[in-house]
């Protein structure tokens, strides 16, 4: 992947957000280049510069996160905080349409809370649209998702295109419960048949795998969530993206239900 071009890599309205990174890189508008952990993994929780620092020592062979930034005249790491990047945000050909410039990705694993679709639908581009991804709690639910280091620049562009010119309809919070790790490889997610339903919630009763990387405090981490109609609800129960696909979910689920709204689902800092 070194040196290719955002533009070449897959999209389709009827797939978003796939395909989404399987390793950390480093986005930029001209080219995507592979990044490595560092060597040393801290044992504590990490946020703030402790944070800025770990994410800064990632590195391809050449040179490290920050002196790449430095070279593409874009803010340093120093300047960046963490934010989750659910669907298309994380998906490179998405990222350069917004024109953020550039931007470290990471590969994470997020505990007890699940990407589920929004209940609404962005057609801006295609017929009958796309639907975006949002944050909810599941108990015992674990997944592969991104975090960017992005400027706070960055992070109300990302914010203002999810809007599509109705401000108000995403809402940059910090979440109050779930973690987050960084994730090194691989990470298949509970089935649908891991998830039970008592009538009223869903819990997942699988043990997790073991972890990979370290751990990041989520109460420092910005994601964009989708306050106008919150999450689609299917009868009680979740949609989430890691078992139903976007096609799927929107001939087969979306107008069907109802919806569950944002701070039911999620607490916030």
Known sequence: MENTSPRLWTYTPANSPVALPKQPLLFHPSELTSLDFPVNQPDSVL?????QEYCGAFRTAEQTVDEMLQSYDEAPIAERRPFLLLGELANPYRLQDIGIGAMPIFTSRISELCRTYADGLDNREVNPGVHHVT?????????????????????????AWLDQGRRGTWKPVKPAEGTLHFEKGPLPSPTQENVSWDGKSEIVETAPPALTGCEIDLRSVMVAVHTQHGCYDHRGRLARCAHIGQRDFHENLFRRGSSKKWDEILEIV
């Open 47 to 51: 946020s703030g510069a402790h944070l």
């Open 135 to 159: 944050l909810a709690r599941t108990e015992g639910w674990w997944e592969k998702t991104h975090f960017g280091m992005a400027t706070v620049a960055q992070m109300k562009q990302m914010v």
